[in-house]
């Protein structure tokens, strides 16, 4: 059974970047993925932040991108600010009509 | 502007049926792909259901068999039909938008969730 894998956890100072990766059990990830991430903090819904690997969506802030990290996707967030603390998602789409989510990554700016 | 908004959640004893709505504004339920994504307590997001425009319904292998997605044009709603609940189906249900056009594959709207809870 096919796991996307990403980082339990990660912290990153206020002005620092971070990278978060999203990967495959068995596999690389690829652009014929249609790699996408979600924000989610505490009680809200997710927020579309990426996608189709590193476009931004709608109204979010350019220190949001989004590249192929070796056999890995990546999100990457440069001068991170206090309001980037939540859990992140990865998700990628595995075809014949079947999304995959990741299990979550939650950055913690302190 | 797009809205959706989700209705139907509550408490349910297992083996027992529920009926989530997601009423959708500013846009057409059947021109694009609608879903249904899930969040146990405390727990990541589950992808649980889509239906395309065209009318092409997959399910998650967790769901498959015991839940149906539909919709209704004229009320411009996705549903998701819950049969044979388990505990393990216990979790806040989003609705979420796909992408126009639909073969960028992503979720570009959400609603606010209704929360399920199944338990005796």
């Known amino acids: 059974q096919t796991v996307v894998t990403q980082e339990p956890s990660l912290s990153v100072s206020p002005g620092g970047t971070v990278t978060l990766t999203c990967g495959l059990s068995s596999g690389s990830v690829s652009t014929n993925y249609y790699p996408s991430w979600y924000q989610q903090t505490p009680g809200q819904a997710p927020r579309t932040i990426i996608y189709s690997t590193n476009t931004r969506s709608s109204g979010v802030p350019d220190r949001f991108s989004g590249s192929i990290h070796g056999n890995k996707v990546a999100l990457i967030i440069t001068g991170a600010q206090a309001e980037d603390d939540a859990d992140y998602y990865c998700v990628l789409y595995m075809g014949s009509g079947i999304w995959l989510f990741g299990g979550g990554t939650k950055l913690t700016v302190l | 502007e797009v809205h959706l908004v989700e209705s139907g959640g509550g408490l349910i004893q297992p083996g027992g049926s529920l009926r989530l709505s997601c009423a959708a504004s500013g846009f057409t339920v059947n021109t694009n792909f609608m879903n249904w994504v899930r969040q146990a307590p405390g727990k990541g997001l589950e992808w649980v259901s889509v239906?395309?425009?065209?009318?092409?319904?997959y399910y998650a292998d967790s769901v498959r068999g015991r839940f149906t997605i539909s919709r209704d044009s004229s009320k411009n709603t996705v549903y998701l039909q819950m049969n044979s609940l388990r505990l393990e189906d216990t979790a806040v249900y989003y609705c979420?938008?796909?992408?126009?056009?639909?073969?960028?594959?992503?979720?570009?709207?959400w609603g606010q969730g209704t929360l399920v809870t199944v338990s005796s």
């Open positions: 979420a938008k796909g992408s126009m056009p639909a073969n960028l594959y992503y979720f570009d709207s």
């Open positions: 239906l395309f425009g065209g009318g092409t319904i």
